[in-house]
């Protein structure tokens, strides 16, 4: 299953647009991208999954590279709120998911 | 109203007791999971569950015991405890087994092994 590399942390002010990348050179035709959330304490939560191009839905938007082998979650606006570390995760779908949750990328965000 | 009840929300054990972790799901969902998080490791998936039927099982100790004596409910047994063992676990679940990227996670429990 592929590897992703995510850079460890990132910081922004509230407002700003925020892009958090991960790369994925060995992702595998049948593999997905998925991107979580975890704020402490709490359980991760669902942003957004894609396959290829471009994905969006009400909290981000997802790009990938025309080889997949990079995407980009993009998180319009955020606020303090936002303070998470955002994972990366590229696995199977459905029944074969099996997700494999790396160190991901602590986002900071000032006032 | 929480979706994802996990019970206790904080627990401290001594080496080698026996604890149950509690997990309830009030989302209508067929199939639950549980996952562990500790300071040495990132989440790592343990278990899944489809109609409280074992479909994956991820953890290589059979301290380890997931019980499923409703549809909506997931506990998981550890015996044996370590220190080890200390992480914060979390149940998730998601509408059925063939959906299981779509999954939603609860607020854990804190386990600590003295």
Redesign the interface.
């Known amino acids: 299953l592929a590897k992703t590399t995510q850079p460890p942390s990132m910081e922004a002010y509230e407002g700003q647009e925020v892009n958090v990348s991960c790369s994925h050179t060995n992702i595998a035709t049948s593999e997905y991208i998925y991107w979580y959330r975890q704020v402490p304490h709490q359980g991760p939560q669902f942003i957004i999954q894609g396959y290829k191009d471009y994905v969006v839905n009400e909290v981000a938007s997802l790009f990938i590279s025309a080889d997949r082998k990079l995407s980009t979650l993009s998180l319009p606006w955020v606020s303090l709120r936002d303070a998470a570390v955002y994972y990366c995760i590229v696995t199977l779908s459905g029944g074969n998911y099996k997700p494999t949750f790396g160190k991901g990328t602590s986002l900071v965000v000032h006032p | 109203d929480p979706k ?1 009840i996990q019970k206790p929300k904080y627990l401290v054990a001594v080496t080698g007791s026996e604890k149950i972790l509690i997990c309830e799901q009030y989302l209508g969902h067929n199939a639950m999971y549980w ?1 562990r998080q500790s300071a040495k490791k ?4 343990m278990f899944s569950y ?1 109609y409280q039927k074992l ?2 099982n ?1 953890t290589a100790s059979s301290r380890f015991q997931p019980q499923s004596s409703k549809k909506n409910h997931l506990d998981l047994q550890i015996t044996a405890l370590k220190p080890d063992d200390s992480a914060t676990y ?1 149940c ?1 679940s998601s509408q059925d ?12 429990t804190r386990l600590l092994v003295l």
């Open positions: 994802i996952y990132p989440l790592e998936f489809s479909m994956d991820q979390f998730a087994w063939e959906g299981a990227d779509t999954q939603y996670f609860g607020p854990g």
